[in-house]
C-alpha cells in the first residue's frame, strides 16, 4: 500500500488540474526591483577572457582543412624556422600547421592594425592596453613580453624592450614551448 502511495505522489506533479489562475499578492512585486536590478547587473558584459580558442579568425588545434575553409588558400607557405612545420600565410594573421593541426598562430601590428585583432572573437587592441581588462595580470613577464595562461593555450603579446610597444602576439600550445 505504501509503495502505491508513493507512486500517486510522485506521479501527481504531472497530472494538471484543469486550470485556474491564482491571484498573487501585490505585495510581491514590492520587492521586485532590486531582484530586476541584481538580475540586469549580472547580465553585464564580463570582459575577461578566461580561455584561448582563437585568434583573427583561426582556431587553435584546428585542422588544417577547417582553415582552409575558413581563411582560404594561404598567399604564402614557407617552412617554419623553429620546428619541421609549415607556416601559411594570410593577410591578417600565419599560423603553424603540424601535422596537419594548426599549432599555433601570430598576429604583427601591422596585421592588427588593417584588419583589427579579436582574441575568441572579442577586440583586443594591445596598443590602447585593453590587455589587463581582457586578460587580467600576465602569468609569466618574460624579456620580450607577456605571457597568459588559460589551460593548455598560451597567449604571448611580444613588446619592443626599448619602446615597450607590441611586437607581435602568438597563440599556441603551453605545453609545446
Known amino acids: 500500500m505504501n509503495v502505491i502511495i508513493l507512486l500517486f505522489s510522485l506521479l501527481s506533479s504531472y497530472v494538471t488540474p484543469s486550470e485556474q489562475r491564482e491571484q ?5 512585486f514590492a520587492v521586485q526591483p532590486q531582484a530586476v536590478l541584481a538580475f540586469e547587473h549580472s547580465l553585464g558584459i564580463n570582459a575577461y577572457i578566461s580561455s584561448f580558442d582563437s585568434l583573427a579568425g583561426a582556431a587553435l588545434y584546428a585542422p588544417e582543412e577547417e582553415l582552409l575553409q575558413s581563411k582560404g588558400t594561404p598567399l604564402n607557405i614557407t617552412a617554419d624556422p623553429w620546428q619541421e612545420c609549415l607556416e601559411y600565410h594570410y ?4 599560423a603553424g600547421i603540424c601535422g596537419g593541426i594548426v ?7 601591422a596585421q592588427a592594425g588593417l584588419y583589427g585583432l579579436k582574441l575568441n572573437e572579442v577586440t583586443l587592441n594591445p596598443a590602447d592596453n585593453n590587455v589587463r581588462e581582457l586578460l587580467g595580470k600576465p602569468d609569466f613577464i ?4 607577456d605571457v597568459y595562461i588559460r589551460g593548455n593555450e598560451a597567449l ?5 624592450p626599448v619602446t615597450g610597444e607590441w611586437d607581435g602576439i602568438d597563440l599556441f600550445d603551453a605545453n609545446a614551448s
Do not use: C, E, F, Q
Open 142 to 145: 618574460a624579456d620580450d613580453g
Open 91 to 94: 593577410a591578417d594573421m600565419s
Open 103 to 109: 599549432t599555433y598562430i601570430h598576429v604583427s601590428p
Open 24 to 28: 498573487a499578492p501585490v505585495s510581491l
Open 156 to 160: 604571448k603579446i611580444y613588446r619592443n
